[in-house]
């Protein structure tokens, strides 16, 4: 798709469904293109808003970019690229430290990548927010 002439919803609504459909590198390429347009328009406006914004003292208002990066994230860990992966859950746990999900899914990652012992944390984390259950062949709560 191009992406001058094709709306950016639409781009984005591709890029899920190709994560949908389980096109997991693809879609990861699709959401890291759609990330990176978008952070170059913040950067950029940011620019421009700066210099008003000195004269007025207001700060710019920032827009959200938690869905499109969990997407990402997401399509990383299933495409197996996990450090990139960890990065960009690390930056989501950074904005967003009760970010249950968030924990659960560096956890997953980092065991996933071998990491064992460093996942343990994330994952108790993820337990306590409320977004994750430990296994009972693992020790979990019986209920």
Not at 43 to 50: D, K, L, P, V
Not at 121 to 136: N, Q, S
């Amino acid at each position: 798709m191009n992406a001058t002439s094709t709306p950016f919803s639409l781009r984005y609504a591709w890029a899920r469904g190709l994560f949908e459909r389980g096109d997991h590198l693809a879609a990861a390429a699709a959401f890291a293109e759609l990330l990176a347009e978008v952070e170059s328009a913040e950067s950029a406006a940011a620019a421009e808003s700066a210099a008003a914004d000195e004269a007025d003292g207001e700060q710019p208002v920032l827009h959200s970019t938690t869905d499109l990066r969990t997407y990402l994230a997401r399509a990383y860990f299933h495409s197996a690229q996990f450090g990139r992966a960890e990065e960009v859950v690390r930056g989501l746990i950074e904005e967003s430290p009760t970010d249950g999900y968030a924990h659960l899914l560096l956890g997953r990652t980092l065991q996933r990548a071998g990491r064992h012992a460093e996942a343990a944390r994330p994952l108790a984390l993820a337990e306590i927010l409320g977004d994750y259950e430990r296994p009972k062949a693992y020790g979990g709560p019986d209920e």
